[in-house]
């Protein structure tokens, strides 16, 4: 479920900037990190780049935000190159994976340091770090030091050192990976909204996509150096470009299909095809769990194995008589009284689905 | 009952570490098996006040000078590209090097820089140069040199897990925020890296002080530091002729020992709290 | 991070100095042994090495005291640490402590102070330079106990001690026969570290009139340097081949470890 938050418009002056990152190529011995990586960020936006290991989000982050050297390609922030200028002065604020509070330094300490570094006086530098804690709820431990805090708090800490400095983007590399599960859910509601409160444009790596799609503007999914497609979380989930991105994004089940124009034959049953699919002939439909309907139908087309309940919805794992195995989700009240073995018969909707070369 | 298993590890300890221990402190405090503060008067008397100036001396040259020359050569082990092997190979020298002392060091630096040392020869004969001259090496100044020579390998051994505790995201997180090396150097690195510093510079003191076999086989003659005095002491040639001054002069040497180890274990706590 | 040219050369004039620094006199001590008197080279300080009765009676006394020390601390260290991390947990710091203490008092305080407690093991064992592992045993305490329990930790001895003793084994086989077999490059660490400090021991020997190798290598320095300097060189190299070989069981206990990963 994505969070919906209404974009409030900033007080400060136009905080937002437009990033762009083009043609970005990365080569570490034989290993390509960033195959031609291109990427346009809209002010005050955040983006997701979300993707599994390896796959160059957190090489694209690193250039950006100048930690690293792309071989090929720019980086353009708000109309200026950036792509020699080194990463101290490029004006970003950066939230790392763990660790990165100074120990030796408190809470106040460490979120003032960007503060000091530019000249700014003792009184000013604690007042506006007091205000950023207070944005991120920690204002009453900012005398305590990294190690006398939870993680979640040592995050929330390092995104207001980020913020303290009012830096023209916001870069967070997997900053909720090392985290409790709990932690984390709270904590990606609590980045977010600040996010919107701050207003600057925000590049946001993740390997986890619910995370990803819970709480960005557009995601970008990655694989092997390139892009594969950025859109809107919900319009990436119903309408995948690539099988990696079907794939990678939520549940998919296989099944053969044929093509006909712009429609496929899935289970007998015909759906529209999306954008991407294959033309014309015999392929694989990548069908999402809810895309499936299912009833006890004594001549129907498998088995149920297993039913799931998962409150208001229910997952049944089921085994057609064409030997596929797929996985069904339907509100609990349709899937109610299905037991396993009983004999279902398994009917897709109409709905679009990408259908792509068989294996 | 299970502690009794730690009998005989305890008594094995008790009989051949705690009592000579137990024997020095308070041996230090007798004169013929009766109580007397005599030995420790001698302590402050000029022969052994001059002794220990001069060890503690020899101690606070070496341990800074193979501290400061020890964190460089660490530095340039962390920053080397990164190749274990170099990295490697300088631990495993160090290892070696810092248990090298003794007898062998000091014939190590007879054989380089002795009347017909190795360098003396070469020096002599190409730029005419006397560098043993009447015999420094032989003194305080020759104990400081080669006291070195274990001392920084030491220091590699005990501050380079510290330097490598540097997390890289402290760097990156001070660069993007906007500080240039220099800054992250003085206000993150250092900072962080002082408690460690400190802690190793007096570990290499107490090495220093602690150290006998080196000094004995390099001075043959005379006790200019504390612990040569009590060789004296001990093979009874000195003036006072009293062994039960060894006995002082080994509390002495406990005392300040143990002083620097306990400010070194507190060092050390604050060190591993941060640079895990 | 970049490496300037100027940062490349100043790096590798520094690094070069250091070298010189700490391969010089080793080299000066090879030189030094190897002359001959009108300036040529000679191997007979090397041959010294085993010709000279007072050295080679020293050279096999250190040998057989690097023994009997290895063995004594291995006695004492093993099962004692075993059994606290079995049954008495709560005395882990005191052993540590214990363990560490020889670190603080120098060898030069313990060989004041243990005239009366030797005088007494003369009494009981006689009079030989071999009792001196006594006392070497507390010596290498620091280093064998840091290198036992860095193997120890890397085993979980609780678990398999239960295991064992569920399936019927006694504490002596537990000890002997599970745990043990698996601390092996811990024990050859502690061994090797105990043989170099043995080897290399001359403050408590000298201080007790007995001739072990250092003794002896310090005596000769006075009349006959060449051979005196062979003869360290040798120590070291062996203390060198001995930690080469070290640092090949501990690659090949991570290169174990790591494939079971």
């Known amino acids: 479920m994505t969070t919906q938050s209404a974009a409030q418009p ?350 | 009952m299970p502690s009794l298993g730690l009998l005989p590890f305890l008594g094995y300890l008790t009989v051949f570490l705690i009592v000579p221990t137990i024997t020095v402190i308070v041996g230090a405090f007798q004169v013929d098996g009766r109580f007397s503060l005599v030995n420790i008067k001698t302590l402050f008397g000029s022969t052994a006040m001059h002794a220990l100036s001069n060890s503690m001396l020899l101690s606070a040259a070496t341990a800074v000078i193979g501290a400061v020359l020890g964190a460089l050569l660490c530095y340039l082990v962390v920053n080397a590209p990164p190749t274990s092997l170099f990295r490697r190979a300088v631990l495993s020298i160090s290892g070696v090097l810092a248990q090298f002392g003794g007898v062998t060091l000091a014939f190590a630096f007879i054989a380089t820089l002795g009347f017909s040392g190795v360098l003396t020869e070469l020096l002599r004969s190409t730029l005419n140069v006397d560098v043993f001259g009447s015999g420094w090496l032989f003194g305080l100044p020759g104990l400081i040199l080669v006291y070195t020579y274990f001392q920084i390998p030491l220091m590699v051994i005990v501050f380079l897990p510290a330097l490598e505790g540097l997390k890289p995201q402290w760097r990156e997180a001070a660069l993007s925020i906007g500080a240039t090396p220099r800054q992250y150097w003085l206000q993150v690195a250092i900072p962080l890296l002082r408690p460690a510093f400190l802690g190793a510079t007096l570990l290499l003191f107490a090495n220093s002080f602690a150290a006998y076999a080196t000094a004995a086989a390099l001075v043959s003659q005379g006790q200019p530091i504390t612990v040569l005095l009590i060789r004296a002491a001990l093979t009874s040639e000195i003036v006072l002729g009293r062994a039960d001054l060894a006995f002082a002069l080994a509390l002495e040497m406990i005392v300040v020992v143990a002083v620097v180890m306990v400010a070194y274990a507190l060092l050390l706590r604050r060190t591993s709290r941060w640079l895990r | 991070m970049r490496q300037t040219v100027l940062g490349r050369t100043v790096r590798g004039i520094v690094l070069v100095l250091f070298g010189l620094f700490f391969f010089f006199p080793l080299y000066a001590m090879l030189d030094f042994s190897t002359r001959d008197f009108q300036g040529g080279r000679t191997g007979e300080a090397w041959s010294q090495l085993l010709q000279d009765p007072t050295l080679t009676s020293a050279i096999i006394a250190s040998l057989v005291l690097a023994l009997l020390t290895v063995v004594g601390m291995l006695v004492l260290l093993v099962p004692t640490m075993v059994w606290v991390r079995l049954r008495v947990p709560k005395a882990k710091r005191l052993v540590e402590f214990l363990c560490l203490l020889p670190l603080t008092i120098p060898a030069l305080v313990i060989v004041v102070g243990m005239r009366n407690v030797y005088s007494w093991v003369g009494y009981l064992v006689g009079d030989s330079i071999y009792t001196l592992a006594f006392v070497y045993v507390v ?83 006075k009349s006959e340097a060449r051979t005196s300097v062979a003869a360290s060189l040798a120590t070291l190299m062996f203390a060198m081949v001995l930690l080469l070989l070290l640092s090949y069981v501990g690659r090949g206990r991570s290169v174990r470890e790591g494939k079971s990963q």
């Open chain 1, 10 to 359: 900033s007080t400060q002056s136009s905080p937002g900037v437009e990033v762009a990152l083009q043609n970005l190529v990365r080569t570490y011995g034989s290993v390509q990190a960033l195959a031609g990586f291109d990427l346009t960020i809209e002010p005050g936006e955040m983006v997701a780049l979300l993707g599994p290991s390896g796959c160059g989000k957190t090489t694209a982050l690193r250039i950006l935000a100048g930690l690293e050297r792309a071989d090929e390609g720019q980086v353009v922030v708000g109309g200026k190159v950036l792509t020699d200028v080194p990463a101290n002065k490029r004006d970003m604020g950066m939230v790392f994976q763990a660790y990165s509070l100074f120990p030796h330094m408190t809470v106040l300490e460490n979120v003032a340091f960007g503060l000091k570094l530019r000249g700014v006086g003792t009184k000013q530098r604690a007042a506006r770090g007091m205000e950023v804690l207070a944005l991120v709820g920690l204002d009453a431990q900012h005398n305590r030091y990294a190690h006398q805090l939870s993680g979640g708090q040592q995050q929330r800490v390092a995104l207001a050192r980020a913020l303290a400095i009012e830096p023209s983007v916001l870069l967070l590399d997997e900053p909720l990976s090392a985290l409790d599960a709990k932690v984390r859910t709270q904590l990606r509601e609590e980045i977010r909204r600040v996010q919107v409160e701050v207003g600057r444009t925000t590049v946001f790596v993740t390997h986890d996509q619910e995370e990803a799609l819970a709480i960005a503007d557009r995601v970008g999914v990655m694989s092997n150096g390139r892009l594969e497609q950025i859109a809107a979380p919900q319009e990436l989930y119903e309408r995948p470009r690539t099988r990696f991105v079907a794939e990678f994004v939520g549940l998919t089940n296989r099944l053969p299909a044929e093509v006909d124009g712009d429609s496929a034959t899935v289970l007998g049953s015909r759906m529209p095809v999306l954008e991407g699919s294959v033309t014309g002939r015999q392929g694989l439909a990548l069908v999402r769990p809810e895309a499936l309907g299912i009833a006890r139908n004594a001549d129907g087309n498998g088995f149920a194995i297993t039913s799931s309940f998962l409150g208001s919805l229910s997952r049944i794992s089921c085994r057609l008589d064409t030997g596929e195995e797929v996985v069904v989700q339907s509100s609990s009240g349709e899937a109610a009284g299905l037991a396993p073995g009983d004999r279902v018969q398994v009917t897709p909707r109409a709905v679009p689905v990408l259908v792509v070369a068989a294996d």
């Open chain 3, 139 to 221: 010596l290498v305490l620091p280093f064998a106990y840091r290198a036992i329990d860095n193997s120890l930790s890397t085993i979980d001895v609780v678990t398999l001690s239960e295991a064992a003793r569920s399936l019927g084994a006694g504490w002596g086989t537990v000890i002997t026969r599970v745990v043990v077999p698996n601390i092996g490059p811990g024990l050859l660490s502690a061994a090797f570290v105990s043989v170099a400090l043995v080897l290399g021991e001359y403050t408590i020997a000298s201080l007790t009139n007995y001739e072990n190798l250092q003794v002896v290598i310090a005596l000769l320095g």
